[in-house]
């Protein structure tokens, strides 16, 4: 009986042991997929459709159900930097796609490098993540292990420059012109395998091409709504209104120019990213590799359509079928027991205001006629008021000149009570957010948080509108997101790997807790500055 007690404890210690090492295990590569404005539920509501890369992604992964984008302004670039960085964008200093830079006194795309040249291409533009003085989670990783190597791949270059932190060996994003591209802040040249891909590329041969459904037609009318729909963009064959399959390019389109709004760019971003890992040798030694993906032809799509359409169903379902190609190809060259694979967005997204509404709901478009007159009637009473500019605006972003304000004596709040007077009285618009009262303030509530987040001391405009939840400021068709609202913020975090099972956790998690927690899983120390925190699962 001692001898038998003996070794059933030597069993148990044995895979104790054994299961402990694996699961702390560093991976040789780590995979990150941000899907552009993917909503959590455009994984739930097609749960059982997936067969492929969704479907690995998610049985083999570790879901945090809960987790959220904690800044006000959701779009891409404050997006990416949360996820790439670990911090707010308020913070860094990525308070939008492009706003206005009051120093330079023009509006600057968020990687905008006038220092920089195009490489790959006499096309497009040289982007870069120079002038905000902070790194990412691609940075530190390359502090701690010099040998490891950083690639950023995304059809949008906020994107590529964000996902891979400050300093990556190599961003690739589409110039709009069948290439992909990066910048000589990061590259001289395009190594030999982009050039040879870009060409063979040849993306004009898609003139011809339809997107058709994948699936029969009666299971799109199961899980989604009826394929014609008021307020979804219509871009083919438009001379009867009519946003329905199949959908193709007009004669006179550039495929080039058009592509990314096709499910198809999907596939040629994942074409691309099996080069990288084959070329690069990625996750081929000890030196542990990052792999950033971004998926920016989905935002495109759900834009025109919005989440609840036939279109950005099947864009989901092609989606997973173009992943399960990729991750064979990964276990295949790298082995799937050495691949941490995160999947998340940049930012969730609101349905149709016309599907809302449909549904009961409250939800509306901005009307820009009378928001533009609202905002010719600040301009001429302020004129009229102080006899001269006090602010500069861009859109309904005013951002004030302070020293002339001090100057004549004029106390702010008169600006901020007239501004608030007009715009609030524009249906759609809640409120005007002052920045100095939104920094001073100790509400604790989630909206003020992440308004707070979003606020950069200097750059950010000193007055700003958030509209009604369920209102965008696009029409007539398509929707949006850029709010503080859940449905904007909420977006999907899984950790998948190999030996991982099948499991939701519901506790509250923010983006920028991602760079954190692949650090702490890389045995990389979390610096202090981050704002996230690192989660264990």
Not at 33 to 51: A, E, I, K, N, S
Not at 216 to 224: E, P, R, W
Not at 248 to 266: A, H, L, Q, S
Not at 514 to 526: C, E, F, G, P, Q
Request: with cysteine; net charge neutral.
């Amino acid at each position: 009986m001692k001898k038998l007690y003996s070794g059933l404890c030597f069993i148990f210690v044995f895979n104790f042991l054994s299961c402990s090492s694996g699961k702390h295990e560093k991976p040789k590569l780590v995979i990150m997929l941000v899907v552009d404005q993917l909503r959590p539920d455009l994984l739930t509501r097609f749960d059982d459709l997936y067969v492929g890369g969704f479907r690995w992604l998610i049985d083999n992964g570790i879901w945090f159900t809960n987790t959220h984008h904690e800044h006000g302004y959701t779009a891409t670039g404050p997006g990416h930097a949360a996820i790439g960085f670990g911090q707010h964008p308020g913070k860094i200093g990525v308070i939008g796609n492009s706003f206005y830079d009051r120093d330079l006194k023009k509006k600057v795309n968020c990687v905008e490098d006038p220092s920089a040249k195009v490489v790959g291409s006499s096309h497009g533009y040289a982007r870069s993540f120079s002038q905000y003085n902070s790194k990412g989670m691609g940075d530190w990783l390359k502090e701690k292990y010099p040998l490891s190597k950083v690639i950023s791949i995304a059809g949008k270059d906020r994107s590529a420059c964000m996902a891979g932190g400050k300093n990556p060996d190599l961003p690739l994003y589409y110039n709009y012109h069948g290439q992909f591209i990066s910048s000589d802040y990061y590259v001289d040249s395009l190594p030999k395998w982009v050039k040879n891909f870009n060409e063979e590329l040849n993306i004009s041969s898609y003139a011809d091409s339809l997107w058709k459904k994948s699936l029969k037609n009666d299971i799109y009318q199961k899980y989604s709504r009826e394929d014609h729909f008021e307020g979804e963009t219509d871009d083919y064959l438009n001379a009867v209104y009519s946003p329905v399959f199949p959908i193709g390019f007009d004669r006179d389109v550039n495929p080039e120019n058009k592509i990314m709004g096709r499910p198809w760019f999907e596939r040629i971003i994942l074409e691309l990213a099996k080069k990288a890992i084959q070329q690069e040798s990625l996750g081929a030694d000890l030196n542990p590799d990052f792999l950033a993906i971004g998926f920016s032809a989905m935002d495109w799509m759900i834009h025109d359509y919005g989440p609840y359409s036939q279109e950005v169903m099947d864009a989901c379902i092609k989606l997973d079928k173009y992943l399960n190609s990729f991750i064979e190809y990964v276990d295949k060259i790298v082995g799937l027991n050495n691949v941490l694979f995160v999947l998340t967005s940049d930012h969730g997204g609101l349905p149709l205001p016309e599907y809302i509404k449909k549904n009961g709901g409250q939800a509306g478009r901005i009307n820009k006629k009378h928001l533009q007159e609202a905002l010719q009637w600040i301009d001429e009473e302020c004129e009229e008021k102080f006899s001269r500019k006090v602010y500069h605006r861009d859109g309904a972003n005013f951002f004030l000149d302070m020293n002339t304000i001090k100057k004549l004596g004029v106390d702010p709040q008169i600006i901020y009570d007239m501004v608030s007077k007009y715009l609030t009285e524009v249906e759609g618009i809640d409120r005007v957010i002052i920045k100095e009262q939104i920094l001073n303030s100790s509400d604790n509530d989630r909206i003020t948080k992440r308004l707070k987040n979003m606020i950069h001391n200097h750059k950010s405009p000193e007055i700003f509108p958030i509209v009604n939840s369920g209102y965008l400021y696009r029409g007539p068709y398509g929707t949006s997101h850029g709010t503080p609202y859940d449905y904007d913020t909420h977006v999907p975090l899984i950790f998948s790997r190999k030996q991982f099972r099948a499991v939701q956790k519901n506790s509250s998690h923010a983006t920028v807790d991602i760079a954190s927690t692949i650090a702490k899983y890389l045995d990389i120390s979390v610096p202090d500055y981050a704002d996230g925190v690192p989660i264990d699962f």
